[in-house]
Every structure is written in structure tokens, then in C-alpha cells.
């Protein structure tokens, strides 16, 4: 009642105006527009409050972090694109929002399906980030990208992303999440090694 609590507030108030300053001073501007500073700004040492300045400066996301999908691709020998997917349908049929939409490609003189999409599609507008896709698919083939700044001015022509553009390397896969990449590679080079093991014994017995 004699007026200590606004004081204490108003104290509180004083040290992060002041902190701000002080660590202005301390950097001398160099944590503006820099990836050092923001990463400054985003520690458990930053004082004081500050702002970021959007777009020029961004904070960084964790691996974790996941928006839209995207369809992962590896190139051969003859730098010709091979897709992971396999048109096998899991990821539509276990997508919440039902954005996914897959056409098969089939063998023109067997009319056998082809592992190989002809055609792939997610309405990025309905997607909800979930991440189901991913986690579900069987063979790596489908991934939560880091890319979140997809404003158009119109979406129903841009936000339905063709099998064009969702594709992206495996090195940019590596690049937004080397953790769980070199996770990956570890399992499938155990794999590799438990497969040859086996096809050495059986040459060994025969």
C-alpha cells in the first residue's frame, strides 16, 4: 500500500532499458544484420530487449522445425533425377487435411504401375504442417522443409505445389537436417552391412 510494488515494477522497467543500451554499446552495432548477432540476441546472455529486424535479419529455426513437405531426389551416374517416392499412396492416405494427391505411372505396354510418381501434388494452403507424411513413409522419400516465407498474391495458382517443385536434392535435405541425415545414413549403412554379410555366407555355403 505505501507504493514499493510500482517502484519495484518501475525498476524492472529502468534495467532493461538500460541492459539494452549497454549491450548496444558492448557490440557497437556489429549484431545488427549479422547471423552472429542474432544468435546473440537468441542465447541465454542477451540483455535488455531488442527487435529483429524482419526480413533482413531472421532467427534461426531448430532441425526440428518443419512447414511444408518436400519429395527428396537422388541423382545418378548421368545426373539424371531419381525420386525415393514410389507413388505407394501412404502419405495421402495418412495426411489429416487430405492435401496430398498422387497419379501413379504405369508401364505403357504392361499397364503395370512403375515406382515413380507421374504426378504429385500438395495444397500447401491446406496442409497443416503436421508432419504425418514424413514420419510415415517408408522409403525417405518425403521430408518437412525450413522454407516458410511463401507468400504469393495468388494462391489458388501458386499454393498447389507440382512434383516440380516440391523436388529437392538430397544435399539440401543434409543441409536443413544434418542430424537426422547422418541418423539415416548411419541405419542404412548398418543395413548395407548386414545384407552383404549375408550374401557372402550364402556364397560361402554354395
Known amino acids: 500500500m505505501d507504493g514499493k510494488g510500482i517502484l519495484n515494477g518501475l525498476g524492472v522497467t529502468l534495467k532493461r532499458f538500460i541492459d539494452t543500451y549497454l549491450d548496444d554499446l558492448q557490440w557497437w552495432g556489429k549484431r545488427y544484420y549479422t547471423n552472429e548477432g542474432v544468435a546473440h540476441r537468441s542465447s541465454l546472455n542477451t540483455r535488455g530487449v531488442f527487435t529483429v529486424q524482419y526480413p533482413e535479419e531472421k532467427l534461426p529455426v531448430p532441425e526440428e522445425f ?3 513437405p ?3 531426389y537422388e541423382t545418378n551416374e ?3 533425377r531419381v ?3 514410389t507413388s505407394c499412396g501412404i502419405c495421402s492416405k495418412v495426411c489429416p487435411p487430405q492435401c496430398i494427391w498422387i497419379v501413379r505411372t504405369t508401364d505403357p505396354k504392361t499397364g503395370r504401375p ?3 510418381p507421374k ?3 500438395i495444397d500447401i494452403d491446406i496442409c497443416m504442417n503436421c508432419g504425418f507424411c514424413a514420419e510415415y513413409c517408408p522409403f525417405d522419400a518425403i ?3 525450413h522454407d516458410y516465407e511463401l507468400s504469393v498474391y ?3 495458382e501458386k499454393n498447389i505445389f507440382p512434383k516440380e517443385k516440391l523436388a529437392k536434392p538430397v544435399a539440401y535435405y543434409e543441409e536443413v537436417r544434418p542430424i537426422n541425415y547422418a541418423r539415416e545414413q548411419a541405419i542404412r549403412a548398418e543395413a548395407e552391412a548386414v545384407r552383404a554379410a549375408k550374401r557372402s555366407h550364402s556364397t560361402a555355403e554354395s
Do not use: A, I
Request: some cysteine; proline content about 4%.
Open 66 to 68: 518443419r512447414f511444408v
Open 70 to 72: 518436400f519429395l527428396v
Open 78 to 80: 548421368d545426373g539424371e
Open 83 to 85: 525420386m525415393r517416392c
Open 114 to 116: 512403375v515406382p515413380d
Open 119 to 121: 504426378e504429385f501434388y
Open 143 to 145: 521430408k518437412m522443409d
Open 154 to 156: 495468388n494462391r489458388q
